[in-house]
């Protein structure tokens, strides 16, 4: 059974209501004009299922009407469906429509299964007009792509990716040197001896991909990975007019952020490569490392750093660079969040299966590839979410957003709920003991729970304290222990005063 046809069971007809998958037309005078912006929409999306003699009530349920003659309509849908002036390509074979009876009455309706269209099949349009003819689908149905979108599918159809295009009137000099050597330092360490390490910097820089001798004059000039990768911001914004990368650290609720990197602030040269680098070193700050000896040496690694840096490498690689609001990373207090302009080019659901590797960038993967970063076999994703179940945080959530495109991963660092009945045998096991709390209760680790104990027993009596004398007390940093302390407001074991830089804390007394 496909895909599809689990999607549309005739044995589960009166449980079924209309979403982003499932289409329902009443068809009584013939084919409804609006079926062939559905077929445009699901073969532009994820598939569908439009069924024809059925009309949808007010509370979204399904009610038969029946096709008064199937065999006609059939015809007619075919002859439509095969006419290159009407729809630009055919994805459907003879399998893919099927007629049923339903009912005491028997009513006939018409069961059409879309499938999803291959990249290079996108956009599929209708009416021969492909700015006006293409539709994708959402909860509220279908609607008109805009000409951005439908630019980015026709983009995406070509096996040569966006960025090996050669920037022709582009000098070897806009590229920025200093990051051109930092990622040189960082191959030539990762991989000593390699071929590439004796180049001169320009036939390096061509070796990479990130330059290319043109065909317009037969110098070599950057190629579009190249500038992203190498280039300083205002010479990329040349060449990508919405090119922006974004770092947010929004760990105190009382700021609206702790910690940003912007690459148009121009304290910095802006790319892609210092980007990456700067932002990991972030991201990775409060990643608990265990002791561990590998041929004398500490190893600082963990299969946490390794799926951050596969995370943030393919957030990088899988950008629409052509596209709205940018790359922005988000640190939270319990999640973060990695959102790219551009949609899942596998689609979401191969994305988290992996095995199956397309990448927007593929230049931009060669170079992260080089020096470790990034999994070619598109194995990475899937490697995220099993170093997630290993941590037992909750799973991580991949989201995809259209007008404007935009894929987003969610990484939660939340440990699972257990379930109910488990529930004494794990607080049992974790060391976890109940706290009372104002609106309820929170379950603490038996860990939080000594630095708990630890700043109420350092708090004198009716005596205001600022934060930062807590965190040689409690063993943390600064934003952790903001995070202890408003935790602890909440659950009523203190107080506090004040708002942001000037916030003051004293022990509950009535507690």
């Known amino acids: 059974m496909s895909i599809l046809e689990k999607t549309f069971d005739l044995s589960q007809f009166d449980e079924y209501r209309e979403d982003n998958r499932r289409e329902v037309k009443k068809a009584e005078g013939g084919l409804p004009v609006s ?28 009610r038969t009407t029946g096709l008064q003659n199937a065999s006609k309509l ?53 009416n021969n007009d492909i700015f006006n003819g293409t539709f994708r689908r959402n909860y509220e149905g279908d609607y008109h792509c805009t000409r951005l979108q439908v630019k980015t599918m026709l983009r995406d159809q070509t096996e040569r990716t966006m960025d090996m295009e050669v920037l022709d ?71 990508f007019p919405e090119y922006f990368l974004d770092y947010r650290e929004e760990l105190d609720s009382t700021t609206r952020w702790s910690d940003r990197l912007q690459s148009s602030s121009g304290e910095w040269s802006g790319n892609v490569c210092d980007f990456y680098f700067r932002v990991y070193n972030k991201i990775i700050k409060d990643i608990k490392v265990p002791f561990k000896m590998v041929g004398g040496e500490r190893i600082d690694d963990t299969p946490v750093h390794k799926a951050l840096r596969e995370a943030l490498a393919n957030c990088l690689i899988n950008a629409d660079y052509y596209g709205l609001r940018g790359v922005v990373v988000r640190k939270e207090p319990d999640k973060m969040i990695l959102a790219n302009p551009g949609y899942v080019r596998t689609g979401k659901k191969q994305m988290r299966l992996g095995g199956e590797s397309d990448p927007r960038n593929k230049a931009l993967m060669k170079m992260f ?37 935009r894929t987003i991963l969610s990484l939660p660092f939340v440990k699972k709920v257990a379930e109910k009945s488990d529930e004494k045998k794990v607080a049992k096991k974790s060391g976890e003991k109940k706290v009372a709390k104002k609106s309820g209760e929170k379950k603490v680790t038996k860990k939080t729970q000594e630095k708990y104990d630890a700043i109420l027993k350092a708090m004198q009596p009716d005596k205001w304290h600022k934060a ?6 409690a063993g943390v940093k600064e934003s952790r ?23 003051m804390y004293k022990k509950n007394n009535a507690n």
Request: glycine share 8%; hydrophobic share 35%.
């Open 169 to 239: 009137k582009v000098p070897m000099e806009d590229l920025n040197y200093d990051t051109i050597h930092g990622y040189r330092n960082s191959h030539r360490s990762l991989k000593e001896g390699h071929p590439f390490e004796r180049l001169s910097d320009h036939e390096y820089l061509r070796s990479i991909g990130a330059a290319a001798i043109s065909e317009e004059d037969g110098k070599l000039h950057p190629t579009a990975a190249g500038m992203l990768m190498f280039g300083d911001e205002y010479n990329i914004v040349r060449h």
């Open 481 to 503: 222990i903001k995070v202890l302390l408003k935790d602890m407001t909440e659950q009523g074991l203190i107080e506090s005063t004040g708002s942001t830089k000037g916030k």
């Open 468 to 473: 930062s004398e807590f965190e040689a007390i």
């Open 35 to 62: 079926l062939w912006d559905t077929y445009s929409s699901f073969a532009n999306c994820y598939g569908g299922v439009i069924i024809l003699g059925v009309k949808e009530n007010k509370d979204g349920s399904w």
């Open 74 to 126: 059939r015809k007619e849908f075919w002859d439509n469906m095969n006419n290159p002036k009407k729809v630009n390509i055919n994805l459907l074979s003879e399998d893919d429509v099927q007629t049923y009876e339903v009912g005491d009455n028997k009513d006939v309706i018409m069961v059409i299964y879309v499938p999803m269209a291959k990249r290079e099949q996108k956009p599929v349009y209708i």
């Open 369 to 405: 590839n080089l020096i470790n970063i990034g999994e070619r076999a598109g194995s990475g994703v899937p490697n995220i979410f099993n170093v997630w179940a290993d941590e037992g945080w909750e799973e991580p959530v991949i989201e995809e957003r259209f007008d404007p495109d």
